[in-house]
């Protein structure tokens, strides 16, 4: 097993007015990354065995495109990848951005509410899924009109601020590989009820690893993998 030295970073047009510029949160999954990928294995499972990962709410396409460059450095590492964002904006400004990476045609984009649109092929095939989502409560960030603006997407997960992560969680089941290896990689807001979000995620048969942590004015935001529980 060799580190890789360096993983350059993808460049990203942003200037979107409705696309989530790549943050705090999104350097967080893509640190750990680069620190836990290496010339042999992902974050602790042999390269050879992923073979579709997929980066849910692509945004910019920044994380897609982060896994595109590994790809491209280490011959081992080969799966296809794809990314997915409910946003048509978010998947036009993303295939842009791979065009700008000299990645043209290599990432497979699909404009999905969540799993919605999935081709019914990728059932039960990926090995690997990212999702920075939106985490916050809409309770005191509600537009005054009631309506959802696009960039509300971002960021309002809910009234709870984590309903949209568990219908991810509930849908993500049936497209997560079989194979005992796959796992989810999130990140969530100490601005939520953590410890009930918790205990739902368990209750849906996954089983949660602490993997790091970031703090940004006034919240923590955590990194963290799943994978389903043996039965
Ligand atoms: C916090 S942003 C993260 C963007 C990007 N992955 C990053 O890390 O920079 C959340 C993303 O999830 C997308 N999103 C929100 N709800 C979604 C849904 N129901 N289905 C698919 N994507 C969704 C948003 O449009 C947005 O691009």
Known sequence: MSKIKIFPDPI????FENVYRPADDTYLIIDYFKVHIDSDFFDGIPLETIRNILDMGTGTGYIALSLQIMKAKIPKFNPNIYASDILEEAIHLSK???KLNNFEREIT?????LFNSF????KHSFDVIVF???YLPSFNMMQKDGNKKNIDYSWNGGELGFETFLRFLSEARSYL???SNSRIYYVCSSRINLNL???LISQKGYERTYLNKIHVFLEDIYLYRLELKCN
């Open 197 to 199: 979000l918790n205990d």
């Open 12 to 15: 990203i047009d942003y200037d």
């Open 177 to 179: 590989n079989f194979n």
């Open 109 to 113: 984009f699909i404009n999905s509410d």
């Open 96 to 98: 842009h951005n791979e």
């Open 132 to 134: 920075n989502p939106p």
């Open 119 to 122: 081709p019914i092929t990728l």
